[in-house]
């Protein structure tokens, strides 16, 4: 279950969404954009299909985009600061992104100062996320795909469209699969059932909407939710917080 203490938004520039937030949960969830996270206290233990490990304050660790992963605080809370760098920014850093922890080193001191210091600049958290970036920089082929080709496939109808609604019966009809071999292929290279892949993906376009200026009755309808508190309750299922928290306090954390 996502428990999430406190959590503020900031949007210093379109393809640059921050976070500040303590948490002692998250269940499993996915971002359309690559996540950077810094722990400013305590501890966690973060999982995915990629890796998984322990987190401490003063760490930095990085999430690919549309990577399904979880955390768990093992003190009472876990403080951090999270940047959505969008893809053109991150492109314009390092070609490959592979998902590690920097653990103190001296790019993530310089992060982790920069998002605490009360009146920092913006463009001094983006030179020193610029820097942290490139120390995560990987050669074009180096991070395997975790994915088949039937998960790969399912993933990209449900990427490219994710307002139209399609049963898990339509994917495998469309990819030329038996559905319960479509939801076990599926679940194992991601750690999510098709359906529930889906629902995410529609809420992290939801985020993207709302930081562009979207109201959010129009956003639940365009992505086809059933209503506003539909679209209300899958919001805090990832973020732990409604999404007018989000429109509220777009500005400075």
């Known amino acids: 279950m996502t428990r999430v203490e406190a959590m503020a938004f900031a949007l210093p520039r379109p393809d640059?969404?921050?976070?500040?937030?303590?948490?002692?949960?998250?269940?499993l969830h996915?971002?359309?954009?690559?996540?950077?996270?810094?722990?400013?206290?305590?501890?966690?233990?973060v999982r995915s299909r990629r890796w998984s490990g322990t987190v401490r304050a003063g760490d930095v660790f990085v999430v690919s985009p549309f990577e399904v992963h979880a955390a768990t605080s093992t003190t009472e809370a876990t403080g951090y600061e999270v940047l959505y760098p969008s893809t053109e920014f991150v492109a314009g850093c390092v070609p490959v992104v592979r998902t590690q922890v920097v653990s103190r080193r001296r790019e993530s001191r310089d992060l982790i100062d920069a998002l605490s210091t009360p009146g920092a600049d913006?463009?001094?958290?983006?030179?020193?996320?610029?820097a942290l970036?490139?120390?995560?920089?990987?050669?074009?082929?180096?991070?395997p795909p975790t994915d088949g080709a039937v998960a790969r496939a399912a993933r990209s109808l449900i990427e490219e469209d994710c307002t139209r609604t399609?049963?898990?019966?339509?994917?495998a009809r469309a990819i030329g699969v038996h559905p319960s071999h479509l939801t076990r292929a599926f679940t194992s290279a991601t750690g999510v059932a098709p359906q529930t892949?889906?629902?995410?993906?529609?809420?992290?376009?939801?985020?993207?909407l709302i930081c562009a200026g979207v109201a959010l009755g129009e956003v639940a309808q365009v992505l086809g939710f059933s209503d506003q508190p539909?679209?209300?309750?899958?919001?805090?299922?990832?973020?732990?917080?409604?999404?007018?928290a989000l429109a509220r306090s777009i500005g400075p954390v």
């Open 122 to 130: 913006d463009a001094s958290v983006e030179a020193c996320l610029r």
């Open 133 to 143: 970036l490139q120390t995560c920089e990987a050669p074009a082929g180096a991070v």
């Open 197 to 208: 892949y889906a629902r995410q993906v529609r809420v992290a376009k939801a985020r993207e």
């Open 30 to 45: 996915l971002h359309s954009t690559c996540s950077v996270v810094a722990l400013r206290s305590g501890a966690a233990e």
């Open 230 to 244: 539909h679209l209300t309750r899958e919001f805090k299922k990832v973020y732990g917080v409604p999404p007018g």
């Open 166 to 171: 399609l049963r898990t019966e339509d994917l």
């Open 16 to 27: 640059l969404l921050r976070a500040r937030a303590a948490a002692s949960s998250f269940d």
